[in-house]
């Protein structure tokens, strides 16, 4: 098994910059995927960025440019810095966490962003 405690999630102005923070501790996987997912009310959860254990990157296209992800190895924590925040980015935001191969797939409690003036 393992725990995903997720920090960070806040209320910001548009064009703010809030990070997110997802630490995983128990059975690591020394092959994995970190990654952050976001679910906004009536829609369905959508993949935000990952991470692989080998540093490769991927991003949704709206917030490609704006946001960053990264990690920690050492920590077995990743993070989502999110910068130029948008009305449109408001969502519970979830972080991920799988086995290279798929599964198992963990996920984190969720924190809440809200960017609203």
């Known amino acids: 098994q393992v725990q995903l405690v997720e920090s960070g999630g806040g209320l910001v102005q548009p064009g703010g910059s809030l990070r997110l923070s997802c630490a995983a501790s128990?059975?690591?996987?020394?092959?994995?995927?970190m990654g952050w997912y976001r679910q906004a009310p009536g829609k369905q959860r959508e993949l935000v960025a990952t991470?692989?254990?080998?540093?490769?990157?991927n991003y949704e296209d709206s917030v490609r440019g704006r946001f960053t992800i990264s990690k920690d190895s050492a920590k077995n924590t990743w993070y989502l810095q999110m910068n130029s925040l948008k009305p449109e980015d408001t969502a519970v935001y979830y972080c991920?966490?799988?086995?290279?191969?798929?599964?198992?797939?963990?996920w984190g409690q969720g924190t809440q962003v809200t960017v609203s003036s």
């Open positions: 991920n966490y799988r086995h290279v191969l798929g599964k198992p797939i963990y």
């Open positions: 128990g059975s690591i996987f020394s092959f994995n995927v």
């Open positions: 991470i692989t254990s080998g540093g490769s990157t």
